[in-house]
C-alpha cells in the first residue's frame, strides 16, 4: 500500500517510467550508458540480445528506438536532430508560423514561454530559434534525459539557441506554480485522435506507443489558468474539441493542429 500519495500516482509513475532498456552504440560510450542506466534506474541491454521493446541508444546523441518489427524507428530530441540538419531547422513553415504567432512573438517581442509538457523539445526548439526564451518541462525521466543531453552538447551552431533553453525534470502540475517572469504557457499533451486516417509522424507515433494518452490534460490546462501569465495556448488536432470543453479566446488553426489561445486576465 502507498502511503502520502494522492490516487492515481501508481500508475501516472508507471506510466511516466515505461519499460526500456539502455543500449550503447560502441566501447566508447559504455561508461555513459551504465551511468545513464543507474540513473534512470533502467537495466542495461545485454550484448548481442535479440529485440525485445524500446532501447536508449547511447552515442553521441542519445536515440530512443523501439527495434519490434513494424515499429517507426529511432527518434532523438529536436536539438540533437537539428545538428544534422544545418539551417533547415530555421525554415519558415505553416505550422511554425502558427506556433509563433499563437504563443505572441512578434518583432521587437518574444516572451518567455514555459513549454510545459516538453516531449523531444521540437515545438520548443521552434520558439527558441525565433528567438523566445523557452523553460521545458518534461515529467518522462527518459525523455528528460534526452533533452538534458541535448542541451548540454549541441552544435556548434545552435549554441545560442540552446542557451536560450533550460529544462525541469518534474510534474507541470507542481512546477506551473511558481513561473516567475513567464509570459506564455504552452501546452501540448498527449492526445487521441479517434477517427484520424493519416498516421502521425514517426516522432509522436513512438511516443503515443511509449507513454499512452494522456488520461486527463484537463488539471494541467487548470494549472496553467491559475498563473499569473498573459496567455496559455494548448495545442490540439485541428478537428479536436477544446481542451476540457473550455473555449479559448482565440484559436489559430492550421492543415492538421489548431492552437487555442486562452487570455486569463481578460
Ligand atoms: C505530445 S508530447 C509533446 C511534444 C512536444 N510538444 C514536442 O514538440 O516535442 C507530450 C509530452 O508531455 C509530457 N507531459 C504530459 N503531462 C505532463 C506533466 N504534467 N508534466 C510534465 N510533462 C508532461 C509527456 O511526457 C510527453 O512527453
Not at 511516466?16 to 560502441?26: L, S
Not at 506556433?99 to 521587437?108: D, K, S
Request: charge should be positive; include cysteine.
Amino acid at each position: 500500500m502507498e502511503h502520502g500519495n494522492p490516487p492515481g500516482a501508481a500508475d501516472r509513475e508507471e506510466r511516466i517510467r515505461p519499460a526500456c532498456a539502455v543500449w550503447h552504440r560502441n566501447a566508447d560510450f559504455a561508461t555513459a550508458a551504465a551511468d545513464l542506466a543507474a540513473q534512470l534506474q533502467l537495466p542495461l541491454a545485454a550484448p548481442g540480445a535479440p529485440p525485445a521493446g524500446y532501447r536508449l541508444l547511447v552515442g553521441p546523441a542519445l536515440m530512443l528506438q523501439d527495434d519490434r518489427p513494424g515499429s517507426p524507428g529511432g527518434i532523438v530530441a529536436a536539438l540533437a536532430q537539428a545538428a544534422d540538419q544545418g539551417e533547415r531547422y530555421r525554415q519558415a513553415g505553416a505550422g511554425r508560423e502558427a506556433l509563433l504567432r499563437a504563443v505572441g512573438a512578434r518583432r521587437g517581442h518574444r516572451p518567455h514561454v514555459v513549454d510545459a509538457t516538453a516531449g523531444l523539445g521540437r515545438d520548443a526548439l521552434v520558439m527558441a530559434a525565433a528567438g523566445c526564451r523557452v523553460t521545458m518541462i518534461e515529467h518522462c525521466p527518459l525523455l528528460a534525459a534526452m533533452l538534458a543531453h541535448s542541451l548540454a552538447t549541441p552544435a556548434p551552431q545552435l549554441r545560442q539557441v540552446a542557451a536560450r533553453m533550460r529544462l525541469l525534470c518534474g510534474d507541470a502540475l507542481h512546477l506551473l506554480s511558481t513561473p516567475g517572469d513567464v509570459d506564455v504557457i504552452y501546452l501540448d499533451p498527449m492526445y487521441d485522435t479517434p477517427g484520424r486516417r493519416a498516421k502521425p509522424g514517426k516522432e509522436m507515433q513512438l511516443l503515443q506507443g511509449l507513454l499512452g494518452a494522456d488520461p486527463d490534460p484537463a488539471p494541467l490546462l487548470a494549472a496553467a489558468l491559475a498563473c499569473d501569465t498573459c496567455r496559455v495556448v494548448v495545442k490540439r488536432h485541428r478537428k479536436a474539441p477544446a481542451m476540457a470543453d473550455m473555449a479559448p479566446h482565440h484559436s489559430i488553426t492550421g492543415r492538421s493542429t489548431r492552437f487555442d489561445v486562452y487570455l486569463p486576465s481578460r
